[in-house]
């Protein structure tokens, strides 16, 4: 059986501070050995790669949108 405890980081912070030496340094191993380097901006690009495109067709539309507006703008 397993239960969740929601606490704040500040509650967290003053509980591993609390901690035996022993139990610290565990905890601190554990830690750092869990903390992989990410590399965000590669994430990141690759999904606005793969996000959707617009077609030729729905380009010329936006084209033709975009030429309407400005005329009814000028009038």
Known sequence: MQAQVDIGFDQLVKLAKELPKTQWQK???????????KNVDADFEQFLL???TFSKEQLALIEENRKAINKWRTK
Request: hydrophobic fraction near 20%.
């Open 27 to 37: 905890l601190k191993i554990e830690v750092d050995n869990n903390q992989e380097p």
């Open 50 to 52: 793969s996000g959707p």
